[in-house]
């Protein structure tokens, strides 16, 4: 099944679900930071023109600081994004979803050196296009993946209830579960709420259908965090 996104468990036991970025969005901020480090140069080069054979020197330089170090340098100090993923909502992460650091975002941009082969980036297009987190040779390298930004988290709106402790450790599925029917009771019927309730003894304990629609109420306040 096609799915873009990616759900890791931390060693904390939270769970973040990451959204991959393809090779659509992925180009177009790869041609924007191009323009950009194109202008960049072709002031370097209106200012090192003066300088004649010294000015040759900066200009090699600046030409691979530009092409090599510069997507490498923000993806580390600017949140994993180049000016052109941030344009375009998407960053770079680590496989376990922590930020990027230098040995990472320098081994996957290096590598752009073989995701170009033999041409227009043939080999890193092939390579995404065939793998399930859409991973160019770099990002293989690397341990990294390109996901898009996600925006500040909404907070749960749970209707307040007495907090209930479940009889029974609960897995992160049923806890996501568990929260996700809280937070959409109160736009279903109680008909619907109950017949809800009803698909899952294992969670509410065979409880009476109206009871069992308070009871898991009840322990997604207590899951997060009321008293």
Not at 112 to 119: E, Q, S, T, V
Not at 125 to 140: E, N
């Given at each position: 099944?096609?799915?873009t996104?990616?759900r890791?468990?931390t060693?904390?036991?939270i769970?973040?679900?990451?959204?991959?970025?393809?090779?659509v969005p992925?180009?177009?901020?790869?041609s924007v930071?191009?323009i950009?480090?194109?202008?960049?140069?072709l002031?370097i080069?209106m200012?090192?023109?003066a300088l004649?054979k010294f000015g040759?020197a900066?200009?090699?330089?600046a030409?691979f600081?530009l092409e090599?170090?510069y997507?490498?340098?923000f993806?580390?100090a600017?949140?994993?994004?180049?000016?052109?993923?941030?344009m375009?909502?998407?960053?770079?992460?680590?496989?376990d979803?922590t930020p990027?650091r230098?040995p990472?975002?320098?081994t996957?941009?290096?590598?752009?050196?073989?995701?170009?082969?033999?041409?227009?980036y043939?080999?890193?297009?092939?390579?995404?296009v065939?793998s399930?987190?859409?991973?160019?040779?770099?990002?293989?390298?690397?341990d990294?993946?390109?996901?898009?930004?996600?925006e500040?988290?909404?907070?749960?709106q749970?209707?307040?209830?007495?907090?209930?402790?479940?009889?029974?450790a609960?897995s992160?599925?049923?806890?996501?579960?568990?929260l996700?029917?809280?937070?959409r009771?109160?736009?279903?019927?109680?008909e619907?709420?109950q017949e809800?309730?009803?698909?899952v003894p294992?969670?509410?304990?065979?409880?009476?259908?109206?009871r069992?629609v308070?009871?898991?109420?009840?322990?997604?306040?207590?899951?997060?965090?009321?008293?």
């Amino acid at each position: 099944m096609l799915d873009t996104a990616r759900r890791i468990a931390t060693p904390e036991g939270i769970e973040l679900t990451l959204r991959l970025a393809g090779p659509v969005p992925r180009a177009l901020a790869w041609s924007v930071d191009l323009i950009l480090r194109a202008v960049l140069l072709l002031i370097i080069g209106m200012v090192a023109g003066a300088l004649q054979k010294f000015g040759a020197a900066i200009m090699l330089l600046a030409a691979f600081f530009l092409e090599w170090l510069y997507p490498a340098w923000f993806e580390v100090a600017c949140s994993g994004a180049t000016p052109g993923k941030r344009m375009l909502g998407i960053r770079v992460l680590s496989d376990d979803g922590t930020p990027v650091r230098w040995p990472a975002a320098l081994t996957r941009n290096l590598l752009r050196a073989a995701d170009f082969l033999p041409f227009l980036y043939f080999l890193g297009f092939l390579s995404m296009v065939t793998s399930r987190d859409f991973k160019r040779l770099g990002d293989l390298a690397a341990d990294t993946l390109v996901v898009y930004r996600e925006e500040r988290p909404r907070a749960l709106q749970i209707p307040h209830a007495e907090p209930l402790v479940p009889g029974r450790a609960l897995s992160i599925a049923e806890q996501r579960a568990v929260l996700d029917f809280a937070e959409r009771a109160g736009g279903l019927t109680p008909e619907r709420a109950q017949e809800l309730a009803g698909l899952v003894p294992t969670l509410t304990g065979a409880r009476h259908a109206e009871r069992a629609v308070t009871y898991l109420i009840g322990v997604a306040n207590h899951l997060v965090g009321r008293r």
